[in-house]
């Protein structure tokens, strides 16, 4: 379906189509995200030399050790002969050290053998058809959520079985569909495993913390626990949102409307060959677990902490990525082995090879998005704009944890023209961090709050890569969809997550004060 059939077809007077037409007006006059990082990355040379031209500064905020000799910080220009040196013998380390680059493409190695393999499309069918009728839309939100590991699967595998699905059991298709698209990409960022997603987000959260603390450290893991709280949740409130408000909506399902016929064989469950490859691949992951416990457990254990003997620091910590990698690609070539469907070394080559081709996009992206944080980084832009902002939160009383509730609304609006979570965290990070870290929030909180905005409206976004797709699954089920027609469906997710997920955060963080992640602080204190 093209761009055009999309932004024509639900032509509704009516003020909410007017707005869904107005959002996608703004996103269009949007560049590509490689065009704008390298717009945004042209715009931070031209603004520093024009602030250093004024001696823009500020008070320096950081520890007494880390702060400059003259106790301010000064905006550094870049339009200068020490500026063009430093952009020529830096443009490449910007690039080869940005964090998210390596850590990403590790992880992503080994979630492709298990999806190469197909032990990740297995699991995703046994655990939906094989669901109790009654849980069928829960255990479809939380297959979505649990699919963001490898998120095209989810939206390529699951949100049309889900219909197909829905429609076997008499149910309208259509719900079946909102209830994966909601779990796939309204809980974006939730999931009870680790995935590409954190040490992504991790390693963008690390450098604008060090603006504040050049020591502070953002590791993959640093959200875990509250993501985990957040798959059920989530799970529950989407399951809600689709058997009390969507599907009655929708009411009875009009076939004449409809022009997919049931496909019995993509529905059909796992083989016993599929059956019995996916419990080898869960032995091989159990016996990963096992070893992993044994080297963290025990008090002297290998990966702990050989200086203080605990887990902050630790050798466990730092290589999550590491073990990403390690737990999806053996229990997918376990599985390949098994099933079939990988025979040797050069299947398993292959399946890295094919997810390694279509991350090109990515690295031209991440290209500009390291020179933007870096450029930034140098010329004090982002801690000059974060100690005015926080003084100005501060002004307008704003310290408090209600400070966050503003921070996520803004990350949801910013997700509908710029729907790419490491593009818009890329462009907020190094603002909000510091400014955030300056009224007393530890970074690991803040990237929490972010992870809510930026997944919530996702499904509401037509600026979202994966719209397009949904809208030819819909219109399958729907002749006349329109995108309207679509997103009215979707809003009401967008909504009661945005809701739930935010007091779900404020009950977490800030009533029983548990910790987001492994070991994190929710007050970051100098």
Not at 106 to 133: C, D, Q, Y
Not at 198 to 218: E, K, R
Request: proline content about 5%; glycine content about 8%.
């Amino acid at each position: 379906m093209t761009e055009k059939s999309i932004t024509t077809t639900d032509n509704n007077k009516g003020w909410f189509s007017r707005f869904l037409a107005t959002v996608e007006w703004l996103g269009n006059l949007l560049p590509h995200p490689v065009t704008l990082f390298a717009i945004l990355t042209v715009f931070i040379v031209l603004l520093s030399g024009f602030l250093s031209w004024l001696g823009v500064s500020v008070a320096d905020p950081r520890p007494e050790d880390a702060q400059t000799a003259s106790g301010t910080i000064e905006v550094v220009s870049l339009m200068s002969v020490e500026g063009l040196h430093w952009i020529m013998t830096h443009i490449v380390t910007n690039f080869t050290g940005f964090a998210p680059l390596g850590t990403v493409l590790v992880a992503l190695l080994g979630v492709s053998v298990a999806e190469h393999s197909g032990l990740l499309s297995t699991a995703m069918r046994a655990l939906v058809l094989n669901a109790p009728r009654r849980l069928v839309t829960f255990i479809v939100v939380l297959s979505g959520i649990l699919s963001n590991t490898a998120s095209e699967l989810g939206y390529v595998v699951l949100i049309p079985l889900a219909a197909m699905i829905f429609h076997s059991l008499g149910r309208h298709p259509l719900a079946g569909l909102a209830a994966a698209f909601a779990g796939v990409s309204a809980g974006y960022s939730a999931n009870l495993f680790l995935g590409t997603i954190d040490p992504l987000l991790a390693g963008i959260t690390t450098p604008a913390a060090q603006m504040i603390d050049p020591n502070y450290v953002v590791g993959a893991e640093s959200n875990h626990f509250f993501m985990i709280a957040s798959t059920f949740v989530i799970a529950a409130l989407g399951f809600f949102v689709t058997d009390r408000i969507v599907e009655p909506r929708l009411g009875k399902f009009d076939e004449s409307k409809s022009t997919m016929v049931l496909d019995e064989k993509a529905m059909a469950s796992p083989s016993a060959q599929e059956m019995k490859a996916m419990k080898m691949a869960g032995l091989a992951f159990l016996g990963l677990c096992i070893l992993v416990a044994l080297a963290v457990v025990p008090e002297n254990g290998v990966l702990r902490n050989p200086e203080t003997g605990g887990l902050k620091g630790s050798p466990f910590l730092k290589g999550i990525v590491v073990l990403i990698f390690v737990m999806f690609a053996i229990p997918g070539f376990v599985y390949g082995k098994v099933a079939g469907t990988m025979k040797n070394d050069r299947d398993v080559i292959e399946g890295m090879a094919r997810s390694m081709s279509s991350m090109g996009l990515y690295i031209a992206l991440v290209f500009f998005a390291a020179q933007f944080v870096a450029f930034f980084k140098y010329t004090n832009l982002g801690t000059v704009l974060a100690v005015e902002g926080a003084a100005l939160l501060i002004q307008l009383d704003l310290k408090g944890p209600e400070v966050f509730l503003l921070f996520i609304l803004m990350c949801g609006l910013v997700n509908l023209s710029l729907g790419s979570a490491s593009a818009q965290w890329a462009v907020t990070a190094p603002v909000f961090v510091p400014m955030l870290m300056l009224l007393g929030y530890a970074p690991e909180v803040i990237q929490a709050a972010y992870r809510i905005g930026d997944s919530v409206t996702n499904v509401i976004s037509p600026m979202m890569s994966y719209f397009g797709l949904i809208m030819a699954m819909a219109a399958k089920y729907k002749k006349d969809v329109g995108m309207g027609t679509l997103i009215a469906m979707m809003l009401p997710y967008s909504m009661v997550f945005i809701v739930g997920w935010t007091l779900l955060f404020y009950l977490w963080v800030f009533v029983l004060g548990l910790p987001v992640g492994w070991e994190t602080p929710t007050y970051y204190q100098p």
